[in-house]
C-alpha cells in the first residue's frame, strides 16, 4: 500500500530557530502534498498545498513567510517553521493524495504521514 | 462555516455489536468522502472511502453509506473490536485535491 513518511517523528528546539520537517512519498510520486496541523483534541487543520515545481498556496491566516514549503522532487516536501516560538508547538502531519478505487470508477485517496511533534521551548 | 460536521464528539460501544459514526456536509460540490483512524501522537489512517456516484461502499468490517440529497454519510463498524476504539474523522474532498476534516468522533468498544 501507499506510504507517506515524516522525519523527524518529534523535535524539541529553544525559542527563535528553525525547524525543517520532511515528508516523502516513499512508493508512488506526488506532484501535490498537503501540510496539516493539529492542535490537542482539535480536528486537522489544513495550512497550505505543496505544488511541486512551483510556489505552494497557504491557508488564509498561515503566514507563509514562517512557514516555508519546498516541494523539492515528486517525492519530498519540506515544512521549515521559521523562528519558531512556543504558541507553534504542534502536531504538523503531512499527506499526499494518490489515485484509489477499482475498475470501474477511481477517485483521489490521501495517505497520511506519522507526523511530526514539534515543542519549542 | 464548518463544511464537514460530526455532531456526536464521543460514541461507546459494545464489542461485538455495531457501531454507527455519522457525518454531514454543507458543500454539493464535494465529489468524494473518506473516513480516517486515528489515534494519538499518529498520522491518520485512511479506513474507506466512497465516491459521489456512489451510495454503498464495503470493505470487510467497514461499510461507509452515502446519502447525498441529505448531504449525509455514515461509517459502520460491525461488529466492533476494542482495537477499533480511537477518533475518526471524517473528510471530503474535491476537485482542488485537498481534505476538509470533520472534527472527529471518539469511538469507545468496551469489552
Known amino acids: 500500500g501507499a506510504v507517506v513518511s515524516q522525519h523527524p517523528s518529534w523535535v524539541i528546539c529553544k525559542s527563535g530557530t528553525s525547524v525543517k520537517i520532511e515528508c516523502r512519498s516513499l512508493d508512488f510520486q506526488a506532484t501535490t502534498m498537503f501540510w496539516y496541523r493539529q492542535f490537542p483534541k482539535q480536528s486537522l487543520m489544513l495550512m497550505a498545498t505543496?505544488?511541486?515545481?512551483?510556489?505552494?498556496?497557504?491557508e488564509q491566516g498561515v503566514e507563509k513567510d514562517k512557514f516555508l514549503i519546498n516541494h523539492a522532487s515528486l517525492t519530498l516536501s519540506t515544512l521549515t517553521v521559521t523562528s519558531a516560538h512556543p504558541e507553534d508547538s504542534s502536531f504538523y502531519i503531512c499527506s499526499a493524495p494518490r489515485l484509489a478505487g477499482g475498475p470501474t470508477h477511481s477517485h483521489r485517496t490521501q495517505y497520511f504521514g506519522p507526523g511530526t511533534r514539534l515543542t519549542v521551548l | 462555516d464548518q463544511q464537514v460536521k460530526q455532531n456526536s464528539p464521543s460514541l461507546s460501544v459494545q464489542e461485538g455489536r455495531i457501531s454507527i459514526l455519522n457525518c454531514d456536509y454543507t458543500n454539493s460540490m464535494f465529489d468524494y468522502f473518506l473516513w480516517y483512524k486515528k489515534y494519538p501522537a499518529e498520522g491518520p489512517t485512511f479506513l474507506i472511502s466512497?465516491?459521489?456516484?456512489?451510495d454503498k461502499n464495503e470493505d470487510g468490517r467497514f461499510t461507509v453509506f452515502l446519502n447525498k440529497s441529505a448531504k449525509h454519510l455514515s461509517l459502520h463498524i460491525v461488529p466492533s473490536q476494542p482495537g477499533d476504539s480511537a477518533v475518526y474523522f471524517c473528510a471530503a474532498g474535491g476537485s482542488q485535491g485537498n481534505l476538509i476534516f470533520g472534527k472527529g468522533t471518539k469511538l469507545s468498544v468496551k469489552p
Open positions: 466512497i465516491s459521489s456516484i456512489k
Open positions: 505543496s505544488n511541486e515545481g512551483s510556489k505552494a498556496t497557504y
